[in-house]
């Protein structure tokens, strides 16, 4: 096959994991008989620093030929970078949130899973997790108080500010229909969290979600409320297979989870619009802290070019062998840092990488 | 001292907890020379049930002539109860909204404490919480998302629902202010939730949490994300000491928080106004499964008790009699059956409260 992946290199240690994943990748190529090309393309603070725009027209067109794009972490540390000087909506993660909304990618995938392996990371107490989990969060990722209308005024002396929340039962049901074919891909049940006992906009969710359902009778339903979900995620995280929910929950529960498990390294993530294009990114931050010293944990990353190839891509097979070579790595015990052992030998995200490709 | 409580016994196990509140308020009458008198009120389903209204005219204007509302929980099972067939604003929870609204209960304080003869219920690894924690959660309760202008509409076939999230400065700043006050009085240390890199209410909250900051300069001050937040709860507890934040924000955090601690049957909770006036409640729900069988564990609201004491009534003293007189009774390793550990012996609803009595 041929085809185009667009690469964001992005801030802190994004070109260090995402050139790891991109080895990867050439060694798919390679091994699977396929043609990818790449495009390099500028978003967050290295677009700032190259155009003095987070994100450019140019990087948004270009996107637009690539069959999926392919991303490292954006953004600095607020408290140093000069990025944070600058107003909101020039900010590296404002790069981020447009890119989000032109390209339409409302669907963000987020899986968090307990590795087996890595057990003794968890912040859970082992008989809490004996049965290991594996939970994808499903996130509304256009929609809601991220892209309503919002104002900061004056008035009379008094500063007030507004922030809006708004659902249409189309942007529900095309999100929740995901959420359903996913399910039934996997162990077949959906957990749609919403606050509907307060808020108009979960009630019309509950609604939508309830008629979708009905079209997939084989999948298991239940409606959570976010704070019980919340408590949930650390009291019995094995509970959940899909959890669907809107965007500001999703934001807050999904790093829950991806904490719970407490490899964050691990954690790959894709956002997906109604055609197979696809963004594909590791659910961890930038790290500035841990930037170009070659210890960054690029798994991550690899794995989310890995759901690349399985959601854009149609490529099931070579994602299947990227994360059993993932699977294997752990196993020999050579970890980066954030996710070693007692007895693990330490590694730098470039060995790992090239461990990683050694057992595809 | 003469004073006036409400007393709200509420649904499920409302009223077996609140009667072993009561009991041990009595002790405190006799033991330090105090009258007080109990108003019952109605709120919720009891509410509905008696008068077809969740909360009455009747019951703002009577608890507004007490000194302080002592208050079991409220509600029922949402798939079973009667109470929710009716429409939203009918529901039990609606009373419970609507009575923050009307006695302007804007500052709602949540305290997350690891006990430390309770540590074996706790979901976190021994190692994370070997320090123990013990963060307040302050969360504005009167204002954002739950009271904002909402709407559900149908427009040329297209469903749409919003709700509004609105700060002003003012109420920012007296929620902030009261923070900083506790803060003082603990670890000095305050630590603002919000999205700041999304909301504009929450860039309006972050700068006047900046402003007021500046009267507290023996305060250390610190703002987080709330999805990192999400996150930090279960990585390190200990790090928190007074958590300030929005109120749905602070609906999410405070029940995680509650279920980090492993044991949400101790955690009391206050909502104040800017008076002495305070409604006191458990943290937990109304737990309709064990209502009515006598196992409910009372010494959340025996805790809120003790906060009604202090809050309300300056009766700090009292208060700490109450909470060493718990703290003995778990020493006895007697335990409610969500607290208990291995070898503890199984007690029920009213024999903990007579323990409680007891140690006063
Ligand atoms: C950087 C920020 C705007 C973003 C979000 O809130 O969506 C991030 O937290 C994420 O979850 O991808
Ligand atoms: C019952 C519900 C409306 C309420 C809230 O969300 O405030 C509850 O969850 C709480 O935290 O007191």
Chains 1, 2 share one sequence.
């Not at 956002?271 to 963004?279: E, K, P």
Request: proline share 3%; hydrophobic share 40%.
């Amino acid at each position: 096959m041929e085809a185009t992946i667009g690469i964001i290199r992005g801030d802190g240690i994004g070109p260090e994991i995402v050139t790891e994943a991109v080895k990867v990748l050439n060694k798919i190529q390679v091994v699977f008989g396929h043609s990818f090309s790449f495009k390099e393309l500028l978003l967050g603070g290295a677009s700032i620093d190259a155009t003095g725009e987070p994100l450019t027209e140019a990087t948004i067109k270009e996107a637009k030929t690539c069959e999926a794009v392919l991303m490292g972490s954006i953004g600095g540390d607020p408290n140093t970078s000069p990025w944070y000087q600058l107003p909101a909506n020039l900010r590296p993660e404002a790069g981020l949130l447009k890119i989000r909304k032109e390209l339409n990618l409302f669907a963000n995938l987020r899986p968090a899973v307990l590795y087996d392996s890595l057990k003794a990371a968890c912040p859970l107490k082992e008989e809490l997790i004996s049965g290991g989990f594996d939970m994808m969060i499903m996130r509304e990722l256009t929609g809601g108080l991220y892209f309503g209308e919002r104002s900061l005024e004056e008035k009379d002396g008094v500063r007030i500010a507004k922030d809006s929340l708004t659902y249409t039962d189309v942007e529900i049901r095309r999100i929740a229909i995901r959420a359903f074919e996913i399910a039934r891909k996997r162990r077949g049940k959906v957990t749609s969290v919403d606050k509907a006992n307060v808020l108009d906009s979960s009630r019309l969710w509950r609604q939508v979600v309830n008629e979708v359902a009905k079209d997939y009778e084989d999948v298991e339903l239940e409606h959570m409320l976010v704070d019980n979900c919340a408590m949930q995620l650390v009291k019995n995280p094995q509970q959940f297979d899909v959890i669907l929910t809107e965007n500001m929950f999703g934001d807050i529960l999904s790093d829950e989870a991806s904490m719970v498990t407490g490899s964050i390294g691990m954690l790959a993530s894709a956002s997906l619009n109604d055609t197979a294009f696809g963004l594909y990114e590791p659910s961890g931050g930038s790290a500035p802290d841990i930037a170009g010293k070659g210890v960054a944990n690029p798994i991550a990353t690899i794995l989310s070019a890995a759901m690349l190839l399985k959601y854009s891509l149609g490529l099931d097979e070579e994602a299947a062998c990227i994360e059993e070579a993932v699977g294997k790595v752990l196993e020999l015990n050579q970890r980066t840092l954030d996710i070693a052992g007692e007895d693990s030998v330490i590694i730098g995200t470039e060995e790992m990488g090239n461990l990683i490709c050694a057992e595809i």
